[in-house]
């Protein structure tokens, strides 16, 4: 449409236009509504907030938690300690429950004050099982290689160091915190 269609629709219409002018006192009642529907939508904004920010951890969490156990996962293509003899399979079977124990520690763990120390040990963990991977392909191409087998025992107990640290450091954060309430409660 040009701009000479668009004055002439105009001014075929103009009678269909409202030209009333709104009650005394319109724009004082719109304000107002106005200002008391900002002021609830804030509330409920920060609310929410609060409420979606350990939620938040807890998911990603979850997330990662999944995709390490979809990572431990046996694959049919790749060899493993469990392949090698029964006295490693039991080993890894002992360090995968000892892992998941471990793990469900860290889950159990539900204040939003520690989910940041949380998502960052499964996020080493998740490094800790890309390389753990990588170890399995290795030890495909190297027939049993000693120095592969050690490295994947030596990538178990590294996850689980790195899970008893994390436990650890949470529990003497709990310690620190409910001594520092005792002293400020004894103020």
Do not use: C
């Not at 724009?27 to 609310?47: A, C, G, M, P, Y």
């Not at 939003?112 to 399995?136: G, H, R, S, T």
């Amino acid at each position: 449409m040009n701009k000479g269609d668009l004055n002439t629709m105009f001014k075929n219409i103009k009678e269909d236009f409202n030209f009333e002018e709104p009650n005394a006192g319109h724009q004082k009642r719109f304000l107002d509504k106005l200002n008391n529907q900002n002021t609830i939508v804030e509330h409920k904004s920060s609310s929410v907030r609060r409420l979606w920010r350990p939620l938040i951890g807890v998911a990603a969490s979850i997330v990662l938690l999944i995709s390490v156990f979809a990572g431990i996962q046996k694959d049919s293509n790749t060899r493993d300690l469990a392949n090698i003899s029964p006295e490693m399979a039991s080993t890894e079977d002992f360090f995968l429950i000892t892992i998941t124990s471990e793990l469900e520690k860290l889950n159990s763990e539900d204040s939003p004050e520690y989910q940041e120390l949380i998502v960052d040990a499964l996020f080493q963990i998740k490094i800790l099982e890309e390389n753990y991977k990588q170890l399995k392909l290795d030890l495909n191409e190297s027939g049993d290689d000693k120095r592969v087998i050690y490295a994947m025992i030596s990538n178990f107990q590294n996850r689980i160091d790195l899970l008893q640290n994390v436990v650890e450091q949470i529990d003497n954060l709990k310690q620190q915190k409910t001594e520092q309430d005792e002293n400020s409660s004894t103020l």
